[in-house]
């Protein structure tokens, strides 16, 4: 079946980039998402790619797609206190209107 | 952008009570939304499938008769948690796309729900 795996962890310095990796499953997945969720918040959609692009680029954030290896990451520049929060990486299936998520990234910004 | 609006944020009930959780499309209409559960420090686990006019597509191992979900307008999904149990309690997320606008699917605030 599909799955969607990532690291659980990751801490950064404020000011350096944060790069959260994400690998799937699914070869058939259309679109690949980014979600934050802040404590006790719903998620918040940070950007998507679709499976026929290597790169999206949107201020802050980088999306880096490897098809090939079923392989996405994202990349924040400049990471702020801000930031601090998880991280989920989710694929939507070809065939199905139907969205599964990775079990996120908690991401902790040090001063 | 698009807009979904979850209400309510927290809910506290006693045990053998019943809940429920309202998921509105403000700005655009959704023929299919989502519900999603989210226990602490873990994934979201998708629960099933509100379909407009049609009965919920369920995902496998959740209960239809303890979720109850009905999706009577195009703007407004609800979930029923019937006979709600300590471990019924859950964050509870829904979601929905504009089909218009484009591909993400945007998510409601969640809801708290604590059964005592």
């Known amino acids: 079946g599909e799955d969607v795996e990532q690291s659980l962890f990751l801490s950064v310095r404020e000011g350096d980039s944060s790069v959260i990796n994400c690998t799937y499953t699914d070869s058939s997945s259309t679109y690949l998402y980014w979600y934050k969720q802040e404590p006790g918040a719903g998620l918040q959609l940070l950007t998507y790619i679709f499976s026929n692009m290597d790169m999206k680029q949107d201020q802050r954030l980088t999306v880096l797609l490897n098809k090939k290896d079923k392989h996405l990451s994202l990349r924040i520049a400049d990471t702020q206190t801000g930031d601090s929060a998880i991280y989920f990486c989710?694929?939507?299936?070809?065939?199905?209107?139907?969205?599964?998520f990775g079990p996120g990234t908690s991401l902790s910004v040090i001063p | 952008g698009a807009v979904v609006s979850q209400h309510p944020s927290r809910v506290i009930c006693k045990s053998g009570t019943s809940v429920k959780i309202e998921c509105r499309s403000l700005?655009?209409?959704?023929?299919?939304m989502f519900w999603y559960r989210q226990f602490p420090k873990q994934s979201l686990m998708l629960m099933a499938t509100?379909?407009?006019?049609?009965?919920?597509?369920?995902e496998q191992g959740v209960e239809k008769d303890k979720f109850l979900i009905n999706h009577a307008s195009l703007t407004l999904s609800t979930l029923t948690v019937t006979s709600a149990h300590p471990e019924d309690s859950s964050f509870y997320i829904c979601s929905a796309r504009d089909l218009v606008r484009g591909s993400g699917y945007t998510f409601g605030s969640g809801t708290r729900l604590t059964v005592v």
């Open positions: 509100s379909n407009e006019g049609s009965k919920a597509t369920y």
């Open positions: 989710a694929e939507r299936e070809t065939s199905y209107d139907k969205v599964i």
């Open positions: 700005d655009f209409q959704a023929t299919t």
